[in-house]
């Protein structure tokens, strides 16, 4: 347990963090920029269901999702190890269970949206 939070430590600290916080969910993750895949970091919680807005395609991938990454503590889904979403808003959509725009919804400690500090510069 310690490894993991040591790697999650080392991982959190070169590079730039992003969150997606919801009255339900807190996670974080960054921006891989070259191929444009969001990791989301080990710890992160999800906000449980889903909500009407949620693409039907993604239902079953977050379903998969929770199953197969995610642990369950205190009735919360909590990501297990760091994963690599295809998007940023794929990322917001596994969290937040419902669709959303991630280059605006994951921002930085000082605000900034994913897009501001990578489409933007």
Known sequence: KNE?????????????IFYCKHK????MGYLIEE????????????????R??????????????IAE?????G????LRANYAASSPSIAGALILGRNTNGW??????????LDQVYRKK
């Open 69 to 73: 990454q995610c642990d369950t503590i």
């Open 104 to 113: 605006t919804k994951w921002k930085d400690a000082e605000g900034k949206t």
């Open 4 to 16: 993991q939070k040591e790697e999650l430590t080392q991982t959190a600290t070169a590079e730039h």
């Open 75 to 78: 009735g919360r889904s909590i």
């Open 52 to 65: 009407p807005s949620l693409q039907p395609s993604l239902v079953g991938k977050r379903a998969q999702f």
């Open 24 to 27: 339900e969910s807190k996670a």
């Open 35 to 50: 191929s444009k895949e969001f990791v989301i970091l080990a710890g992160s919680e999800l906000r449980s269901g889903i």
